[in-house]
């Protein structure tokens, strides 16, 4: 019709991971999906509680699907209309330690990613990681568990442009005592520096009093994320060396988003 200006409605396509889903009636919820190649999406998918819905496999926390959306300009939810499941990552149900460490790592998407703002390798992580928690050899223990655990967070940091500094001290800019058994770990400043507990300069204070000692065998394992090491190459660390590890990148990912993340005490009771 003449006089009428159509405006076309963005579709988009991609993969993507369910990280959070609510009810928005009886027979619809809302949900966020970490999508590959556009973000985080908050979608509202009509009808998907009915039981012959068009959304198939339904929607679930950590579930991998292809979606199909309409993003309205004018809205903060976009319109979640097609919905194939790929992956139902069943064996995570399956198990209490894999369902902790899958909730964790899908905890983190929604405090460290924007809607909206893309992040393929953060989605790669995410995938790698659930694939890994929830396969019935790659992480039958919870050894296993905490390595993936432990290589997706800094994934994460790495990603976001988070990542600590571990080859100078983050306060003088110089070279690190290699042969120091315990090192300073400073959230402000983000990395490493001299143990708290030998500095006898003018540094101030406050900034000392907020620095994690942290073991030398815990630095060892952080250069060796650093480097590129993934997760099956920590197959002979203990146990008990890789909570420690995961549990200070966990302080230092809540340090960076100012806010506690409750599903990270189920694996690191001590932060």
């Known amino acids: ?14 993969h993507a991971v369910c990280v959070r889903h609510w009810d928005w009636s009886e027979t619809s919820q809302t949900v966020s999906l970490m999508t590959r190649e556009h973000g985080l999406i908050r979608c509202i998918a009509k009808g998907s509680k009915r039981e012959k819905s068009a959304f198939s496999g339904g929607l679930e926390i950590a579930t991998m699907g292809h979606m199909v959306a309409i993003v309205k300009p004018n809205s903060d939810l976009a319109l979640l209309t097609e919905w194939d499941l790929i992956e139902p990552m069943y064996l995570i149900r399956q198990s209490l330690d894999r369902f902790h460490a899958c909730m964790f790592a899908i905890d ?13 390798f953060v989605f790669d992580a995410l995938m790698q ?10 992480c039958a223990s919870s050894q296993g568990i905490h390595a993936q655990l432990a290589w997706y967070q800094w994934q994460l940091l790495e990603h976001t442009g988070a990542r ?8 003088t ?3 690190l005592d290699e042969d120091a058994q315990v090192y300073g770990f400073s959230p402000t400043l983000g990395g490493l520096t001299l143990d708290p507990k030998h500095i006898a300069d003018e540094r101030s204070s406050v900034a000392l009093s907020d620095t994690w000692r942290v073991r ?21 660390v203990p146990e008990e060396h890789l ?29």
């Open 1 to 14: 019709m003449a006089g009428v200006l159509l405006l076309s409605v963005p579709t988009i396509q991609d």
């Open 129 to 138: 990681s659930l694939e890994a928690i929830s396969s019935p050899k790659a």
């Open 173 to 175: 800019g110089e070279e």
């Open 216 to 236: 030398r065998s815990t630095v060892d394992l952080l250069r060796q994320l650093r480097s590129g090491a993934e997760s099956v190459e920590f197959s002979s």
């Open 108 to 120: 983190l998407i929604p405090r460290l990613i924007n809607d909206h703002d893309p992040h393929p």
């Open 243 to 271: 909570v420690r590890l995961g549990g200070l990148l966990a302080s230092y990912i809540r340090f960076v988003i100012g806010t506690d993340v409750p599903s990270s005490s189920w694996l690191y009771p001590q932060i």
């Open 164 to 171: 600590p500094e571990l080859m100078a001290d983050v306060y």
